[in-house]
């Protein structure tokens, strides 16, 4: 069923917490029934905690009309995300992936990246709506995201991607087997079993089991180096070398996570080696490669435009409210309409999981 296992896990962290102790059964069948069923959220997340939700179904609300309008625009904004980067990172990375025995080099690290920007606009584009929704009835979800493309290290890449789950993984499984603490060996079984368990939590298939791997091997140096909580500040830039430093530490962590996201896309293990072995033999550009190319570049530019709004709006939920906001909101509704209409809507992705 859609959504399954983000209900399931929205479910457990209610029994678990319980059994332990960490809150009491919820005597009102009504607020636990809405608790459970929140339509928000039922889908695919942001997977809630009953110490976060509960209060707030409990307590008497009133409308309140700058909280549904930060709403509003976190939903259009949600919107954009999926219409306008989404679907459209995904006619051509659908198109690479599936013809990538057909593509040069270029294409296929570019089809790489398309993939990175569809999955981030399709998934963190639901949890805005999702959250902007909520918004609506007076009530906060969990924050999502939290611009992970911006990050300067892969630990930091996941305090900032589904910042649900991977707390959820950390607060239940990665605690309860010993965290960090202990010997070398605990550090190293206790991280392959979290991105083992949240490789297989996304479906059977061993792609997303070695997308997990790739990225315990990803994270496991920091942890025993004691750095995975160096970069827990904000990036701010400046001109001066720390700057050019962040810059390369920010550029090699988005390769190597488009490096694990080509498993995470690719129908089989097989699949996903041989794309990677095409990306280093074949740099020769014959004839049949020229337009696909050149509607890749101009889809660059798009995509560089949303890099550019969402740097300059990091500190905010989301970058229409504010100064001039009616005619940001007229153009993102402008966007949305014309690449809604004039192009093919695709389901969001994790409403498979």
Partial sequence: PVGISFYTFHGLSYIIDIYYKRIKAEPNFIDYSLFVSYFPLLVAGPIERATHLLPQIKVKRNFDFDKAKQGIYQIIWGLVKKIVIADSCAVYANQIFDHYQNMNSLSLILGAVYFAFQIYGDFSGYSDIAL??????????????????????????????????????????????????????????????????????HGANWTYVAWGFINALYFLPLLLLKQNRKNINTIQLTFNFSSFKEIFNLLLTFGITCFAWIFFRSKSITDAFFYIKKIFVNWEFKEQYFEIERYNYELLYLILVFVIVEWNFKEKIEPISGKYSWIKLALCLAAILALGVFSDSKEFIYFQF
């Fill in 132 to 201: 902007g929704t909520s918004k609506l009835f007076g009530i906060d979800l969990l924050k999502n995201f939290d611009f992970p493309y911006f990050s300067r290290d892969i630990a930091e890449f996941w305090r900032k991607w589904h910042i649900s789950l991977s707390s959820w993984f950390k607060d239940y499984v990665y605690i309860p087997l010993g965290g960090s603490a202990g010997s070398v060996w605990l550090k190293v079984r206790n991280t392959f079993i979290i991105f083992l368990v949240s490789g297989f939590w």
